[in-house]
């Protein structure tokens, strides 16, 4: 018995540092051994190695051992989903909801997992409850992770995404000490050390790329710290060369990142993942540097007391949303999300899409779990309003694809006017995206990242405004774009513009992306939050221009 615990404690270790592959090494010489916490530590380990299909019988062993482990349920849902198979790994969410009626985390998660496989019969009625609970929960608990990224793609009160938020960073930051304070100090130049587990072939690095590319080296520093794969793309290289080092901290925990950094001299830590999946964001939570940021990677507030901002505009955060954050709101003059000038789109043909040449060519390369049954009652309204257009949606995987068809044709529409994109690499997918005609954008979640690409291709993006960060980015990037006509403020314009712009010649997009100005904008506001702490003031709001 001891030695089993031994043995728990060790992967429980590792796991902890996110050596998932070093936890299988330990746990599967032992994998006959009937113990709940092996099998299901065993198959976790399996699934975040990436071994998702090994991982199903561990966890299955697990709950034979155990039925009521909620924990070897949402497991069990992860691998699942990775699998595609999005409607078992609901079901999973929905007994973890039955054994939990009285927790966020597992309201949220079988919210999450119906829009993942576009299963709306209890929408309302997750919503409902979902929100009851939030609005439970004593304002100070600590006692669970809450989801915030499902509620942000779910219509929400910002006052709740807040509270869910604090509450979640609570869970994540416990035990998480911090280290000894340091002081900002007037310099001459400033080391600013980026967090993210996307330095590679994705879509951060692909919005960062080029702004870091035209940063002053004069008087900035950056350092990469990256918990995220070593691909070897040309993205991934030409990120790494943009900045002065690339420090690899996957096999660090929070506590050990925030030495590193700390050892490092940072003086700005900026995390670019908040509350989205695979972020180490409680990195921060040991106060590495003296100002801590938090940008781009979450839609919204990280309910931390530990980051000092969270950069965003005029649009996504006006100062009359500052009750709802955490962090101070530090706004960039221009669109908050950056671009890539250099990108260059060689449209693919329609044959080659199965795309009809004489179609009305109707683009959602939003994910499935953005589609809410008001936003396809729009988009099924104008399938109507033109007979000759169709949906290209991209795949939500066999099952939500199935299901989307089936509620077009109980909204009678035919169930083959949906065409259906498989998932591709990023340049190839940002070439096919030039076959459209128009995008139409999600709400309350906007497409973000899948809005820029949209107008990179040339593709008009319609939006329905909305509240809240992520009901605004679209807004953001449009009116960045010179296009704020096609913003619209009701669901009734939304379809209108949308049928108007199906029926006329494409519009031409301008050019929006000015990375040099960008760089020069953002390292301002740098400048401006290291100013306030080198002075011993408190942060603060930092408007647009002041």
């Not at 540097?289 to 931390?304: D, E, I, K, S, Y």
């Not at 139409?440 to 820029?452: E, F, K, R």
């Not at 605004?472 to 513009?497: H, I, M, N, W």
């Amino acid at each position: 018995m001891d030695a089993l615990k031994d043995l728990l404690r060790n992967a429980l270790h590792e796991m902890g540092r996110g050596r998932y592959a070093e936890a299988v090494a330990l746990l599967e010489p032992h994998a006959q051994v009937a113990s709940n916490e092996l099998q299901r530590y065993l198959g976790e380990s399996l699934r975040r190695c990436g071994r998702v299909q090994d991982a199903i019988g561990p966890l299955m062993q697990a709950l034979a051992l155990k039925i009521d482990d909620v924990d070897a349920y949402l497991q069990l849902a992860f691998a699942l989903q990775t699998l595609q198979m999005k409607a078992e790994a609901a079901e999973c969410f929905r007994t973890v909801a039955a054994l939990r009626p009285d927790s966020v985390m597992a309201l949220a998660y079988q919210a999450h997992g119906d829009q993942q496989c576009a299963r709306w019969s209890d929408f309302d009625d997750n919503l409902r409850a979902l929100h009851a609970v939030i609005r439970a929960k004593p304002d100070d608990a600590d006692d669970e992770f809450g989801v915030p990224f499902a509620l942000a793609t779910l219509p929400h009160e910002a006052a709740d995404l807040l509270k869910v938020a604090r509450l979640s960073t609570r869970f994540l930051s416990r035990g998480i000490a911090p280290l000894p304070p340091v002081k900002a100090v007037a310099k001459p130049k400033l080391r600013i050390g980026y967090l993210s587990s996307d330095f590679h072939a994705h879509a951060t690095a692909a919005l960062m790329v080029e702004v870091l590319e035209h940063r002053d080296r004069e008087r900035f520093e950056v350092l990469l710290f990256s918990h995220g794969p070593d691909d070897g793309s040309a993205l991934q290289q030409r990120i790494r060369a943009a900045c002065e080092r690339f420090i690899d901290v996957g096999d660090l925990d929070p506590a050990g990142i925030a030495a590193r950094m700390r050892a490092e001299g940072v003086d700005i830590a900026v995390d670019l993942k908040g509350h989205t999946a695979g972020s180490r964001f409680t990195a921060l939570a040991a106060r590495p540097a003296p100002v801590q940021v938090a940008w781009l990677g979450f839609p919204g507030t990280c309910g931390a007391d530990f980051i000092d901002y969270v950069i965003g505009d005029k649009i996504v955060t006006p100062l009359r949303d500052a009750p709802f954050y955490s962090e101070r709101i530090a706004q960039l003059p221009r669109c908050y999300q950056p671009g890539d000038s250099t990108r260059r789109i060689e449209p693919t043909p329609r044959a080659e899409l199965g795309l009809p040449d004489d179609a009305i060519v109707l683009l959602s390369a939003n994910t499935v779990l953005k589609i809410t049954p008001a936003v396809f009652d729009a988009w099924m309204t104008i399938l109507h309003r033109l007979p000759q257009a169709l949906l290209w949606q991209l795949s939500g995987g066999e099952q939500a694809d199935a299901q989307l068809r089936a509620e077009a044709a109980s909204r009678g529409i035919a169930p083959e006017r949906l065409v259906f994109m498989p998932p591709l690499g990023m340049a190839e997918h940002w070439n096919r995206l030039a076959a459209a005609d128009v995008a139409l954008d999600t709400w309350p979640c906007n497409g973000h990242t899948t809005t820029s690409d949209a107008l990179a291709a040339g593709v008009p993006v319609v939006t329905l405004r909305g509240d809240g960060f992520a009901s605004r980015v679209a807004e953001s990037l449009l009116v960045q774009a010179g296009l704020p006509e096609l913003v619209c403020d009701t669901t009734e314009a939304y379809v209108e513009k949308v049928c108007a712009l199906a029926l006329a010649s494409k519009p031409a997009i301008p050019a929006w992306i000015d990375s040099p100005a960008f760089a020069r904008d953002l390292e301002a506001l740098y400048e401006r939050m290291w100013a306030r702490a080198a002075a011993g003031q408190p942060p603060d709001a930092l408007p647009a221009g002041g």
